[in-house]
């Protein structure tokens, strides 16, 4: 599935192309290594201390999976946000699509339900555009 390796943009950050937004999946690790990270920092007493944490790969890769779910789950309540604002738009359309299919609910409706109803609306808006002889 080609859709799965997109990437949603964040939010607050507008329409920005996914491809120019940095992966936030760090470099694949071979199984059973870790990444270390240091930072230094200085302290009041002019005396300066160093730190290294090591993070084990499951850890970046249940990060990376969080994200892009996360990022998946924003990109679909925009999308959502996007169709109800259509449909008030297009609301003469969508009351005979009501009629004809059933209203869709949000979470109430099966998935059966809404690949119908979409199919329909489709085959009406291809009828209309003069796609369909």
């Given amino acids: 599935n080609s859709q799965s390796n997109t990437q ?3 939010p607050g950050m507008g329409n920005s192309k996914a491809a ?3 992966s936030p999946v760090s470099p694949k690790l071979s199984p059973g290594s870790a990444a270390s990270y240091s930072s ?3 302290g009041g007493g002019g ?8 993070i084990p790969q499951r850890i970046h890769q249940m990060a990376a999976s969080y994200v892009q779910v996360t990022s998946n789950f924003l990109y679909a309540t925009e999308v959502w946000d996007q169709a109800e604002q259509l449909a008030k738009e297009q609301k003469e359309f969508f009351v005979e699509l009501d009629k004809v299919m059933g ?3 949000f ?3 099966s ?7 979409t199919r329909q ?3 009406w808006l291809r009828l209309d555009a003069k796609l369909i002889p």
Avoid: K, Y
């Avoid at 005396?47 to 090591?54: A, D, E, L, R």
């Avoid at 998935?111 to 109803?117: H, N």
């Fill in 8 to 10: 949603a943009p964040s």
């Fill in 20 to 22: 120019s937004m940095p």
């Fill in 40 to 42: 230094s920092a200085s």
């Fill in 47 to 54: 005396g300066s201390g160093s730190s290294s944490v090591t």
């Fill in 103 to 105: 209203p869709l609910i």
């Fill in 107 to 109: 979470n109430t409706s």
């Fill in 111 to 117: 998935m059966t339900e809404l690949v119908r109803f």
């Fill in 121 to 123: 609306g489709l085959h």
